[in-house]
C-alpha cells in the first residue's frame, strides 16, 4: 500500500486529551487509553472514528464508560472503527489493550531492553501500544500513570512527575502529566531498576530543570560526558537561538537494544548507549564527537521537532533536517568548525551521494512511501541539513535568524509543514523561494559543470557553470536548481585577485547558479587567476571542472580556507587514485604519486596546521570514495591495490616525518576535548604511514601494548588486522583485546568491526566464524551493525567477493532478522544499493542475492520495499 503526501487530510475527530495507564507485566501488560474526542465541525454525522493499531489485542471497549455493542465496532490488530458516535458534543473512548513485552522483537512499541521496559513509538510505534490516532498531526495532552511491581524502582514517563506511591499489595505507581501538547510519536515509558546520574540547569530565564541520566547499574561514571554535553547543549540552543528548556525535568534513558541512535520523547529521550556511555578505557574519541552530537540533536529537537513537529511524515526532514544541521554547528562550536565541516561532507558524499545515485534515491521531502521507516536517510537527514545551510547561505545570518525566530513564533504548537517553514524565511527577507523549493521536491546530486576562460587584454575571467541533474526513481525530467556556490579566486602563488565580479548573481564570496548555463565576469583581473569552487561545500553537488592539475595543486598548497583546501587535496588525490585503479585493473606500473606526496607530507609536517586538519588529509580517499567517483563497472580488487600501493609510496617518501608525528601524543590525564583527540588522530595515521614503510608489526604490537585509552588501542589493532593480517602479533593483539573486553559489549563491537572490515576474500569466513562468537546475537542491533553491518558496508573487497559469498551471507541473515527485526532487516539490506555499478561478474552475484531475497515468502513491508526498489 503506497501512501501519498496528496492525498493528506485531517483526521474526523480532534483529541482534548489523552490518559494512560499501564499495568506493566513481562507478558500480559494492561494498557488502558482514554481520550477525549469531538467530531470536527463538517465532518458527517456518520463518519466512524478509526483508530490505527499494529498487532494489537482488544480487551475492552467503552464510550463514556458504556461498554459499545458489537454492531458499533470492528477490531482488527491493525484497525479499530467505532460508529454511531456522538454528532457535535465531547465524548470519551476507552480502549484496553493487552501486550507482551517480552515476546516484542521489533524494538518499536513497548519493549523489555536488559530487563527493563522502554518504548519506541516513532514512527509508527504507538500503535502497538494502544489503538489510536497514531499520526504527527494529532497533538494532544498526556497524563501517564505507570504500575508496576515494587522490583521494578523507575517508573518514567513524559513531562513533569505528578506524583507516586506504594499500593500496599508489593505494587507501586507513579504518574506524569505533560503540559504541552504532542503527538503519540513522541510519547515514552520507561521502567526499570537503573542507575542514575544527576545534575541541574539554570535556564536563562533563571527556571531550575533537574537533569537525569539513567544507566545501567555500575556504568554511571561511564555517564558523566554525556551530561557535560546535554549542559553545553542546553546553554548553546539558548545563546543561539534563543531557545529555552521549557519543563521541571530532563530525563535521558540509556538502553542496549535499540534499532537507531536515539529518540527524543518529549522531556525523557531514550538513547542507544552507544551515544551515552563512555571512558577512555572503552570509548574513542569518534565515540566522544557522537555522544556530543546526539545529545545535542536530541535536546534540540524540544524546539524543532517537539515544540513545532510535522503534519505527515513526508515533512520528516522539516525537523530531522533542520535538527542535525543544529547539532552540525554546535559541534563546529564545540570543536573546530574546518574540521566538523570536512568530517560532514566527507560523511554526506560517503552516504548521501550514493544514495541520491541509485535505485533508492528519493528527494529531501518524498512525494509517497510505503514504509515510512524506511525513510529515516541519509537523504532526510544530511541532505536535509545541507539544504538549511544553503537557506542560510542564501539568506546572510541575519534574515536566516530572523526566519527562524519567525518560525518559532508563528509556529509554536502546531504540525506543519515545509512550506510553512521556507514561508517564513521568504517573508522575512522578502525573497521569492520559490525555485529552492525544488531542493526538497527533486531527487539526485546535481554535477555542475565548470569552465574558465581568461582575456589577458580585456583582463576579464569568465567562469560558466552548467548544471545537471539526472533522472532518478519517478522523477525523468529536473528543472534548474538555485545553486549557491561559495568560490573564490587566487593568484597560482596563493596571493589575493583583484578584480570584482560584474553581475549581480555573485557576491564576493558566492555565484548563485540558477539558470541551467550561466556565466560569470569579472573585470580588472591583472593576470590568470585560478578557481576555487564550491568552497566549504556551500551545495551538495558535484563540481566537473577541467581544471588544470596546477591548478588544483596551487590551491592544495595555498587555499586559505581550511575546508577549501581540503577539498583541494582530496580532488587531487582522487584523480590520482581513480587512474591507478584503471592501472592496476590492467596489471600496469601505477603512476608516480610523488606530487601528491610532497603535498601530504608537506600539510603532515605543517605545525601551524591543526593536528586534526593534518589526519583528515592523510586519511585519503577511502576506497568507497574511489569507487563512487569511477562510478561504473567496479573493480573493488584493483581499486583496494591502487589505493595501498599509494598509501605504501607515500608512506616510504615521508618515513622520517610520519615517524616523528608518530610519537608525538598528548600528555596528561587524558581529556576527549578536540585538541587531544586531534593530536591523537595525527599520531594515529602517523602510526599507520610508519608501519607501512617501516613493514612492520612489532611497532604495533608495541603501540597497542602501550596504549592507555581505547582510541590509540583500536587505532593499532585495526592497522595490525587490515595492514599485517598475517602477523603473529596481529592474532595476539586480538586475542588479547577479546579478552580483556568480554564483559564490554560496545567494546567487543569495535573487535567484530576491526575483524569484519579487514580487507580480502577471507573475511567472509571470518565473519561467519564471528556469528558464533558468544558475545554476538542477532537479537541486537548495535551487535549485527557491528559485524554484518560493518562487513557490508565498510569492506568492498570482502563484501564483493567475486564469487557472490558475501551477497548471499548477507541475504540470508537478513531474511533471519527480518522475522524478528524488520527495521534493522531493511536497514542492513541498503548496504546494496550501489550493486548496479559493480562490474558485470558481481553484478549478476549481487542480483541473484537480491532476486533470493525478493522471492523468499512472508518479508515484512520494510524489507519488501528496499528489496524491489534496490532491484528496479
Ligand atoms: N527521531 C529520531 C532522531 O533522529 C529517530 C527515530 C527514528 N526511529 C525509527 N524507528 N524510525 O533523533
Ligand atoms: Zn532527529
Sequence with gaps: QVIHLKDYTPTDFEVERIDLTFELDPKATKVVARSILKRRAGVAADRPLVFAGDALTLKALQIDSIDVSEQDFDATPDELVIRGLPESEAFEVTVETELSPDANTTLMGLYRSGGNYCTQCEAEG?????????????????????????????????????????????????????????????????????????????????????????????????ATYAMDALKRSMRWDEEVYGREYDLDIFMIVAVSDFNMGAMENKGLNVFNDKYVLADPETATDQDYANIEAIIAHEYFHNWTGNR???????????????????????????????????????????????????P?????????????????????????????????????????????????????????????????????????????????????????????????DKQRFTVTLEQNLRPTPGQPQKQPMH??????????????????????????????????????????????????????????????????????????????????????????????????????????????????????????????????????????PSEADVAREIGKDIDPDAIHRARRETLRAIAAAGQRTFSSLADDKPSGPFSPAANDAGRRALAGMALRYTALAENDAQRLAEAYANADNMTDRINALTVLAHDFEDAPETQAALDQFAER????????????????????????????????????????????????????????????????????????????????????????????????????????????????????????????????????
Design 126 to 222: 504507538f500503535r502497538r501500544i494502544t489503538y489510536f490516532y497514531d499520526r504527527p498531526d494529532v497533538l494532544t495532552v498526556y497524563t501517564v500513570t505507570i504500575i508496576a511491581d515494587e522490583s521494578v524502582p523507575q517508573l518514567l514517563s513524559n513531562g513533569n512527575f505528578l506524583g507516586g506511591g506504594a499500593y500496599g499489595d508489593g505494587r507501586h505507581f507513579a504518574a506524569w502529566h505533560d503540559p504541552y501538547p504532542k503527538p503519540s510519536y513522541l510519547f515514552a515509558l520507561v521502567a526499570g531498576d537503573l542507575g542514575v546520574i544527576e545534575d541541574t540547569f539554570t535556564t536563562m530565564s533563571g527556571r531550575e530543570v533537574a537533569l537525569k541520566i539513567y544507566v545501567e547499574h555500575g556504568k554511571e561514571a561511564r
Design 308 to 358: 513545532i513537529t510535522c503534519r505527515d511524515w513526508f515533512q520528516l526532514c522539516l525537523k530531522e533536517g533542520l535538527t542535525v544541521y543544529r547539532d552540525h554547528t554546535f559541534s563546529q562550536d564545540q570543536r573546530s568548525a574546518p574540521v566538523k565541516r570536512i568530517a560532514e561532507i566527507k560523511t554526506l558524499k560517503a552516504h548521501q551521494f550514493p544514495e541520491d545515485a541509485g
Design 360 to 456: 533508492l534515491a528519493h528527494p529531501v521531502r518524498p512525494s509517497s512511501y510505503k514504509e515510512i521507516n524506511n525513510f529515516y536517510t541519509t537523504t532526510i537527514y544530511e541532505k536535509g541539513s545541507e539544504v538549511i545551510g544553503m537557506l542560510r547561505t542564501i539568506l546572510g545570518a541575519d534574515d536566516f535568524r530572523a526566519g527562524m525566530d519567525l518560525y518559532f513564533e508563528r509556529h509554536d504548537g502546531q504540525a506543519v509543514t515545509i512550506e510553512d517553514f521556507i514561508a517564513c524565511f521568504a517573508e522575512v527577507s522578502a525573497r521569492d523561494l520559490g525555485q529552492f523549493m525544488l531542493w526538497y521536491t527533486q531527487a539526485g546530486t546535481p554535477t555542475v559543470t565548470v569552465s574558465t576562460e581568461y582575456d589577458r
Design 483 to 620: 545553486i549557491p556556490l561559495g568560490y573564490a579566486l587566487m593568484m597560482p602563488n596563493g596571493t589575493a585577485v583583484t578584480g570584482a565580479p560584474q553581475t549581480a548573481a555573485a557576491s564576493d564570496t558566492v555565484l548563485h547558479l540558477t539558470e541551467r548555463n550561466e556565466s560569470f565576469v569579472f573585470d580588472g583581473v591583472e593576470d590568470r587567476p585560478v578557481l576555487s569552487i564550491n568552497r566549504g561545500f556551500s551545495a551538495p553537488v558535484n563540481i566537473l571542472m577541467e581544471s588544470r592539475a596546477d591548478d588544483l595543486v596551487a590551491l592544495a598548497r595555498h587555499e586559505s580556507d581550511g575546508v577549501a583546501r581540503w577539498q583541494a587535496i582530496t580532488e587531487l588525490a582522487t584523480r590520482h587514485l581513480v587512474k591507478a585503479a584503471g592501472l592496476a585493473r590492467d596489471n600496469a606500473a601505477l603512476p608516480e604519486s610523488g606530487r601528491l606526496a610532497d603535498i601530504l607530507i608537506a600539510v603532515a609536517g605543517d605545525a601551524t596546521l591543526e593536528p586534526a586538519f593534518r589526519a583528515q588529509v592523510l586519511a585519503l
Design 741 to 872: 573486553y568480554a564483559d564490554t559489549p560496545l567494546a567487543i563491537d569495535k573487535w567484530f568491526t576491526v575483524q569484519a572490515t579487514a580487507p580480502g576474500a577471507e573475511s567472509h569466513a571470518r565473519v561467519v566464524a564471528l556469528m558464533q562468537h558468544p558475545g554476538y546475537t542477532r537479537g541486537n542491533p548495535n551487535r549485527v551493525r557491528a559485524l554484518l553491518g560493518a562487513f557490508a558496508a565498510g569492506n568492498p573487497t570482502g563484501f564483493n567477493r567475486a564469487d557472490g559469498a558475501g551477497y548471499r551471507l548477507l541475504a540470508d541473515e537478513v531474511l533471519a532478522i527480518d522475522r524478528k527485526n524488520p527495521q534493522l532487516a531493511a536497514r542492513l539490506l541498503t548496504a546494496m544499493r550501489s550493486w548496479q555499478s559493480l562490474e558485470s561478474g558481481r553484478r549478476e552475484e549481487a542480483r541473484k542475492a537480491l532476486v533470493a531475497i525478493s522471492s523468499a515468502g512472508d518479508l515484512s513491508v520494510d524489507l519488501s520495499d528496499i528489496v524491489e526498489r534496490t532491484l528496479q
